[in-house]
């Protein structure tokens, strides 16, 4: 933030900027009080699946700073989706990111397969990659799905799968279409056909570190950590599996935004419209390059060109014209509707996984997550 700041006051010299880093923990409750109490800051990262509990919070666009059409043609569609309410532009995104497929190289050309591009390629390519010892035990695991407590991202792959699936209608998880995701998803713990992982296994992000995972969904900044842990894992990064007929990947990211009681509205707007454009994003870029940094894809579909090639960023770039959300975010820690709707759907698997039908714990979870949504999105008082 030094030197984008440092760019931006060559041209604002008369701008004084003060940047705090906070701490992810409360992050959200902390920020809402002191925006309410005054006090907070003016301008402040959201999360794009914030934005219904932010908008008694949040000062729009100045329209001669950021217009509608200039947004919609600069950003994805998934960011006017997320930050734009009754035409008015709420936030906006610095970088793009969400959910992508790694696969380990070496596992894959052992058996001559290329990456799956659709979930039955997946399923086929995950059991016949999937290695037992002597007493049935996983030891080299295809994909990690079915459980929650040692897959990490088990909500946004939830959520991704849920989003792909026709029919499902998020107003009403009591349906067939979820409780066929729920047992397709815990399927592979619970079906001896496609079994490829088991909950005594150690947490997914370990499985594929060690080499011991073929199939691993997570977001961009894990390939940073991966190859922190482990520099000789030869892996790739691919867009998500699709069903036929449909292309959804599920997006999950941040955007900055202005507070509704800041005495710099404009000014933050202006800085804002300069940490979005094309000069900044690649300055950004750089310098993490530079200091060996992990670095999030562009936001800005003209710069697409620049990230599409690269093996990490790539994917999360091709995924960025079809990316889809929902309030299943797991690294928000918000202490709000994701971590409460999480919280829901975490009960329904590990209920199937103990035995249950998919659509028992549904009917029961199918009220309080309209009560929840209700609690967080209903307007604010001044």
Known sequence: MAALITEYQKTHPKVVITYVKQSPLNYRTRLQVQIREAVGPDVFKIHNSWTDMFLADLHSAPGNIFSSIEYQSSFYPIAQESFIRDKQILAVPTGIDGLALYYNEDILSGVGLPPPKSWSELVETATKVTVRDSSGNIKTAGVALGSTKNIDYWPEILGLLLLQQPGVNFQNLNSPQVAEVIRFY?????????????????????????????????????????????????????????????QIAWGSFWAEAVSINSSH???SWEFIKFLTSSP??????????????????????????????????????????????WYLNSDTLDNGLNDEIIKLMQEVVE???SGQESNTPLQRIDGEVKQIIQKYTQPVAP
């Open 265 to 267: 509205q404009r000014e």
């Open 351 to 353: 209920s199937v996984l």
């Open 280 to 325: 900044a994003q690649r300055l950004s870029y750089e310098i993490h390059q530079q200091r060996g940094l992990p670095s999030k894809a562009f936001s800005r579909v003209d710069l697409a060109p620049e990230l599409v090639d690269d093996v990490t960023l790539g994917a999360y770039i091709l995924q960025g014209p079809y990316y889809k959300s």
């Open 186 to 246: 815990t399927g592979f713990i619970t079906d001896p056909k496609k079994k490829t992982w088991d909950i005594n296994l150690p947490s997914s992000s370990q499985m594929f570190e060690q080499g011991n995972l073929a199939f691993y969904f997570g977001p961009s900044g894990k390939a940073y950590e991966i190859k922190k842990i482990n520099p000789n894992l030869r892996f790739r990064v691919v867009p998500v599996p699709q069903l036929p007929g449909r």
